[in-house]
């Protein structure tokens, strides 16, 4: 499984942005896809998922601001941000879960990653 994040880029606080992941190599409907992100200096930290059923757990600081999808049609999952704050500047990758039953929040259980998109957020 191959993946493609984009749709990065610098914003204001209170700004929106949609990152875009293209998936490759398998069927999304078969995949369970992350969010994570890693901040300078930080441990990477999971953001949210989509189940292959779409259930869509959330990390507490995201939820009610971001918004996880996919077109499984376009092979692609998206992570809407709105009300974008500093606190979210980070790499922002996306992964796939291709064996395990139940969506999972931890990094470990993703077996493929792309390669990132960075997201930075002024005050």
């Known amino acids: 499984v191959q993946l493609q994040a984009s749709g990065g880029g610098t914003v204001q606080a209170g700004d929106s942005l949609r990152l875009s992941c293209a998936v490759s190599?398998?069927?999304?409907?078969?995949?369970?896809i992350g969010w994570f992100r890693q901040a300078p200096g930080k441990e990477r930290e999971f953001v949210a998922a989509i189940s292959r059923i779409s259930i869509t757990p959330y990390a507490d600081s995201v939820k009610g601001r971001f918004t996880i999808s996919r077109d499984n049609d376009k092979n692609t999952v998206f992570l809407q941000m709105n009300s974008l704050i500093p606190e979210d500047t980070a790499v922002y990758y996306c992964?796939?879960?291709?064996?395990?039953?139940?969506?999972?929040?931890?990094?470990?259980?993703?077996?493929?990653w792309g390669q990132g998109t960075l997201v930075t957020v002024s005050s």
């Open positions: 992964a796939a879960d291709s064996s395990t039953y139940w969506v999972s929040v931890s990094a470990s259980y993703y077996d493929s």
């Open positions: 190599g398998s069927t999304l409907s078969r995949l369970h």
